[in-house]
């Protein structure tokens, strides 16, 4: 079972980590990278229940473990006086997992999120995410916490479902539920932006500062005429593609890795 500290230690471990390594990536397509990410300095949140992986954010693979004494709290903190029999059904229904996976079902529904990752050279991301080498990859440095829209967060990859104590916060213990992976997915070194927005909305967009793009690569698919021209569109707008490092990726020959090359435009 994960104890509270040791939640706390792995939350802090993760924010740890956001801190160490500044540039967080987002691999898309072109059109919509350069248009909404880009120019539109949007970026798409989504509610977990639409992710890619079933185990994600799964209800199920995060049932906290509840001592009676700790039910009995719960109970004594309400105001109303309850009978014996009332009591013990509470108390029943607390402990039930499928309960407990019906509150956090509900719960999920507040959150959204979008992705990053810590890398931009990983071969099967350009392949998945940015329309097999067709893409852009965006690099962004935000703030962990920026401006009250969204927080930055580490994913962290697990071969095993563990039990949390049940006397840990809400706040931590949703933390470490969304940010919890399989141990399958470690290649993609994931970063997640959390936020709470509209819940009846399964998709949503928030709006960032155009000074938090710091890199544009390029994919190895993507021709370099095209490459000049979206430079080109760049410099012209409040962007400032001076302050912004441009990059196309390029197949290494000598092995199955991609190298990032940095780019100028032709004049």
């Known amino acids: 079972m994960l104890s509270k500290t040791e939640i706390e230690e792995i939350i802090r471990d993760n924010f740890f980590k956001i801190l160490l390594n500044e540039t967080v990536y987002k691999y898309e397509s072109f059109d919509t990278a350069f248009d909404k990410i880009i120019l539109g300095k949007t970026l798409m ?3 977990p229940s639409t992710f890619n992986d079933p185990f994600d954010c799964n209800e199920y693979l995060l049932i906290p473990e509840l001592t009676d004494e700790m039910v009995d709290k719960a109970l004594d903190s309400l105001e109303e006086n309850l009978t014996t029999e009332y009591r013990n059904r509470l108390k029943n229904n607390l402990k039930n997992p499928e309960n407990v996976a019906a509150i956090l079902r509900e719960e999920k529904e507040k959150f959204k999120m979008t992705c990053f990752s810590r890398i931009s050279d990983e071969t099967l991301m350009w392949s998945h995410y ?4 067709n893409g852009i990859c965006v690099g962004f440095k935000f703030p962990i916490d920026y401006q009250e829209k969204f927080i930055l967060c580490g994913v962290r990859y697990e071969n095993e479902v563990k039990p949390i104590d049940g006397a840990t916060d809400f706040l931590r213990t ?3 539920w969304l940010t919890t992976k399989s141990e399958r997915w470690n290649y993609e070194k994931e970063v997640r932006a959390i936020t709470k927005t509209i819940p009846e909305k399964e998709r949503q967009t928030i709006e960032f500062e155009g000074q938090h793009i710091k890199e544009i690569i390029f994919g190895c698919n993507v021709p370099i005429t095209k490459i000049n ?5 760049i410099n012209e707008t409040e962007l400032d593609g001076n302050r912004i490092e441009f990059y196309k990726m390029e197949i290494d020959k000598s092995s199955f890795l991609l190298k990032k090359i940095p780019i100028k435009p032709c004049t």
Do not use: C, R
């Not at 940015?130 to 080498?133: I, L, P």
């Not at 021209?229 to 569109?233: G, Q, T």
């Open 45 to 47: 949140f989504s509610k």
């Open 130 to 133: 940015a329309d097999k080498h």
């Open 174 to 176: 949703s933390l470490y």
């Open 229 to 233: 021209e979206s430079i080109k569109e």
